[in-house]
């Protein structure tokens, strides 16, 4: 039997992916959440999944170590999508890229001004092409986390960063001030173990795609 390996990350995506996968008929023999393990196999002997850092699931899927996987868009466009096929929206860990800035700056009148910003992110690929789209001069500082620190201690005037609630951007007295788009997580498949593995992993997609609806 053809074996498949899905990549999958811990945390919010995992949530909202478990109704998914048993929608597929892929149940997970232990807890991801509680379990150590790094491979998990399932109740489908051929089917296992793989527990990474949200933004290494695309490069797990691009050398085919995973045959699918699922990302957030806001991964996928950091990584560039080489040699994955995105086949699917699975409208899950919705959330909106934005840019923030602190609650006394006016963003408006420093983009009308040509003024030059420095912007702090962990999307650099995203920014830089954001704001190349308005012709808005930065400087882009790369950061791994905390971004909504940068802009209260004088690293940068604004930050690009996802907001959902919206809470974290208010406990630091920051403003969303412009969205770029909406995210949302997406299966992404290895496009050469999609023509290798077709019989295998089709019935997989299009169980997610009826679950979806
Ligand atoms: O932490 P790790 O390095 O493992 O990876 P990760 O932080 O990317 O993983 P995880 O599980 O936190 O996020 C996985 C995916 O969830 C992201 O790639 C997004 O596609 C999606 N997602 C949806 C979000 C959010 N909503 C979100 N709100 N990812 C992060 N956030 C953060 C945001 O960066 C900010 O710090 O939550 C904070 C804002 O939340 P609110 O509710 O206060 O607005
Ligand atoms: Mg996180």
């Keep these: 039997m053809t074996e498949i390996t899905i990549a999958?990350?811990?945390?919010?995506?995992?949530?909202?992916?478990?109704?998914?996968?048993?929608?597929?008929?892929?149940?997970a023999q232990d807890d991801p959440g509680a379990s150590r393990k790094?491979?998990?196999?399932?109740?489908?002997?051929?089917?296992?999944?793989i527990i990474v850092r949200a933004s290494d699931v695309p490069t797990y899927v691009q050398y085919g170590a995973a045959d699918l996987g699922i990302a957030g868009k806001d991964v996928l466009l950091e990584?560039?999508?080489?040699?994955?096929?995105?086949?699917?929206?699975?409208?899950i860990a919705r959330c909106r890229m934005m840019v923030a800035a602190p609650e006394n700056f006016d963003y408006e009148f420093a983009v009308r001004q040509g003024a030059r910003l420095r912007i702090a992110t962990?999307?650099?690929?995203?920014?830089?092409?954001?704001?190349?789209?308005?012709?808005?001069?930065?400087?882009?500082?790369k950061l791994y986390g905390s971004m909504e620190l940068a802009p209260l201690v004088?690293?940068?005037?604004?930050?690009?960063?996802?907001?959902?609630?919206?809470?974290?951007?208010?406990?630091?007295?920051?403003?969303?001030?412009?969205?770029?788009?909406?995210?949302?997580?997406?299966?992404?498949?290895?496009?050469?173990?999609?023509?290798?593995?077709?019989?295998?992993?089709?019935?997989?997609?299009?169980?997610?795609?009826?679950a979806v609806g």
Excluded: M, W
């Excluded at 999958?8 to 149940?27: C, H, M, N, Q």
């Excluded at 962990?122 to 500082?141: C, M, N, P, S, T």
């Excluded at 208010?170 to 019989?199: F, G, M, T, W």
């Design 8 to 27: 999958l990350s811990k945390g919010r995506i995992f949530e909202d992916t478990a109704p998914l996968l048993k929608a597929a008929g892929i149940e």
């Design 38 to 49: 790094l491979i998990l196999s399932t109740n489908r002997g051929n089917v296992r999944l």
């Design 79 to 91: 990584h560039g999508g080489s040699g994955l096929y995105q086949p699917l929206d699975l409208n």
């Design 122 to 141: 962990k999307y650099v690929q995203i920014a830089r092409e954001h704001f190349a789209r308005k012709g808005v001069h930065v400087d882009l500082i």
């Design 154 to 210: 004088g690293l940068a005037d604004a930050i690009v960063d996802l907001v959902s609630s919206g809470n974290t951007l208010k406990a630091n007295h920051l403003k969303a001030v412009e969205e770029i788009r909406l995210i949302s997580s997406r299966l992404i498949v290895n496009q050469a173990a999609l023509k290798l593995k077709r019989s295998a992993i089709q019935p997989i997609l299009d169980a997610f795609a009826g």
